[in-house]
């Protein structure tokens, strides 16, 4: 291999694949399924003007069809007519030759119409199936592609969250709450001590003062009578 | 077309989404009951207070019927069939021609339709401006299931048809005719 064709080669492989890095999967099957909605409506249209032949064909047939026994009953009507006298023979049976001639260009157009419409239905049996098919194929692929969209949303969730919690630094980061809460347990033992010492501290206090308080407590209430005494303030 | 209209985003028709039953055009092929229909052309009645009747003549291989839509909360469908006014028998017509009006019941194959209501309206042919002024007599069965109607047209121009409640489901293979 020369050197030209190995430097194309290298070329068309990075492209590919940046080509396959830029690559949306979603879009592109998106994509994919509107241009299948296009080919379906495509041949829904094509369906429905094949259809429509058919019924118009089958349409003419059935007049065709009434045409020839309207001719019949026109022939027979002369015939009757010439029996009762009311027309010459001759002329007649030349009418009536003529309305069973009509009669007959009518069945053959009649019958030729009858086979051309069954071709015609035949064929839209045909697309049809192949319409509803088309059909059923987007369908499943749309709701596969709803499935796979949020598939994909939750993944890529779940994915977000999952590297959160790995990218976690869990030394440091156990260290430091093991920290926290050696921390949080020696501020709560040292507040515990103050309590106590505090409590301590108050019963100390509570047992002087009872313990003089049995002294102290008429000696307020004897210099209060001296100075109502010495106000003139009766009792 | 404008610099705008070149970006303008264009809406794509959605084959599966917008092939409806009740947006049938002319064109439009459906099956029914078995057979093939063309929807030959597309009318709407308006009855006034926002009351319209959508109708779909519908061609077939060897008749023309009519398949009409009204919403009302949800959307009813019926499909009816013109028959001759002579079918209803003489006084039908002489009643209309000298009181202007249809009697009150009427005998069709053995079966008693009685006067549901009566409305005027306009037609609009293949919606199209202007509307056609008609007066509207409809009458039903004791069933409910069966139901005739008398159309004015003009002073001595009448028509009627019986028809029938259908469902949705029954119509299937829906096709776009070529636009």
Same mark, same amino acid.
């Given at each position: 291999?020369?050197?030209?064709?190995?430097?194309?080669?290298?070329?068309?492989?990075?492209?590919?694949?940046?080509?396959?890095?830029?690559?949306?999967?979603?879009?592109?099957?998106?994509?994919?399924?509107?241009?299948?909605?296009?080919?379906?409506?495509?041949?829904?249209?094509?369906?429905?003007?094949?259809?429509?032949?058919?019924?118009?064909?089958?349409?003419?047939?059935?007049?065709?069809?009434?045409?020839?026994?309207?001719?019949?009953?026109?022939?027979?009507?002369?015939?009757?007519?010439?029996?009762?006298?009311?027309?010459?023979?001759?002329?007649?049976?030349?009418?009536?030759?003529?309305?069973?001639?009509?009669?007959?260009?009518?069945?053959?157009?009649?019958?030729?119409?009858?086979?051309?419409?069954?071709?015609?239905?035949?064929?839209?049996?045909?697309?049809?199936?192949?319409?509803?098919?088309?059909?059923?194929?987007?369908?499943?692929?749309?709701?596969?592609?709803?499935?796979?969209?949020?598939?994909?949303?939750?993944?890529?969730?779940?994915?977000?969250?999952?590297?959160?919690?790995?990218?976690?630094?869990?030394?440091?980061?156990?260290?430091?709450?093991?920290?926290?809460?050696?921390?949080?347990?020696?501020?709560?033992?040292?507040?515990?001590?103050?309590?106590?010492?505090?409590?301590?501290?108050?019963?100390?206090?509570?047992?002087?003062?009872?313990?003089?308080?049995?002294?102290?407590?008429?000696?307020?209430?004897?210099?209060?009578?001296?100075?109502?005494?010495?106000?003139?303030?009766?009792? | 077309?404008?610099?705008?209209?070149?970006?303008? %985003?264009?809406?794509?028709?959605?084959?599966?989404?917008? *092939? #409806?039953?009740?947006? !049938?055009?002319? +064109?439009?092929?459906? @099956?029914?009951?078995?057979?093939?229909?063309?929807?030959?052309?597309?009318?709407?009645?308006?009855?006034?207070?926002?009351?319209?009747?959508?109708?779909?003549?519908?061609?077939?291989?060897?008749?023309?019927?009519?398949?009409?839509?009204?919403?009302?909360?949800?959307?009813?469908?019926?499909?009816?069939? %013109?028959?001759?006014?002579?079918?209803?028998?003489?006084? *039908? #017509?002489?009643?209309? !021609?000298?009181? +202007?009006?249809?009697? @009150?019941?009427?005998?069709?194959?053995?079966?008693?339709?009685?006067?549901?209501?009566?409305?005027?309206?306009?037609?609009?042919?293949?919606?199209?401006?202007?509307?056609?002024?008609?007066?509207?007599?409809?009458?039903?069965?004791?069933?409910?299931?069966?139901?005739?109607?008398?159309?004015?047209?003009?002073?001595?121009?009448?028509?009627?048809?019986?028809?029938?409640?259908?469902?949705?489901?029954?119509?299937?293979?829906?096709?776009?005719?070529?636009?």
């Amino acid at each position: 291999m020369s050197i030209f064709k190995r430097i194309f080669k290298v070329s068309q492989a990075e492209a590919h694949a940046i080509v396959d890095k830029i690559e949306d999967p979603i879009k592109m099957t998106e994509q994919g399924i509107r241009d299948l909605k296009r080919d379906l409506q495509g041949a829904m249209t094509s369906l429905a003007e094949v259809k429509g032949i058919s019924v118009r064909t089958r349409r003419e047939a059935e007049n065709k069809k009434k045409a020839a026994a309207d001719y019949e009953r026109k022939a027979m009507l002369i015939l009757q007519k010439m029996q009762n006298g009311q027309m010459e023979g001759a002329e007649a049976e030349r009418l009536a030759t003529e309305a069973l001639n009509l009669k007959e260009q009518n069945s053959a157009e009649a019958l030729r119409l009858s086979h051309e419409a069954e071709q015609h239905e035949k064929m839209s049996a045909q697309l049809q199936a192949n319409v509803n098919k088309i059909k059923s194929t987007v369908v499943t692929y749309e709701n596969d592609l709803t499935t796979l969209k949020a598939r994909s949303k939750t993944a890529a969730a779940t994915k977000k969250i999952n590297r959160q919690i790995s990218q976690i630094d869990s030394t440091g980061t156990v260290a430091m709450l093991e920290k926290m809460r050696a921390r949080v347990e020696e501020d709560e033992s040292l507040a515990t001590a103050y309590g106590e010492m505090v409590s301590a501290d108050k019963n100390i206090d509570n047992e002087i003062d009872a313990a003089l308080a049995s002294g102290s407590s008429s000696a307020p209430s004897q210099s209060l009578e001296e100075l109502k005494k010495k106000m003139g303030i009766g009792a | 077309m404008g610099i705008r209209d070149f970006f303008k %985003k264009k809406t794509e028709s959605d084959p599966l989404v917008d *092939v #409806r039953l009740d947006g !049938m055009k002319a +064109g439009y092929m459906v @099956d029914y009951d078995m057979k093939m229909w063309e929807v030959s052309a597309a009318h709407h009645y308006d009855w006034g207070d926002s009351l319209i009747t959508r109708e779909w003549q519908l061609k077939g291989s060897d008749e023309t019927v009519y398949l009409s839509m009204e919403y009302d909360d949800e959307a009813s469908w019926s499909l009816s069939r %013109k028959i001759q006014l002579d079918r209803l028998g003489p006084n *039908v #017509r002489k009643s209309l !021609m000298e009181t +202007g009006d249809p009697p @009150d019941q009427i005998e069709l194959d053995g079966v008693s339709y009685g006067l549901e209501e009566m409305a005027g309206g306009h037609f609009y042919e293949n919606g199209q401006e202007p509307g056609r002024e008609m007066l509207s007599w409809d009458f039903q069965d004791q069933t409910g299931r069966r139901f005739l109607s008398i159309e004015q047209w003009s002073e001595n121009d009448f028509e009627a048809s019986i028809g029938e409640p259908v469902e949705e489901y029954q119509f299937s293979n829906i096709l776009p005719g070529a636009v």
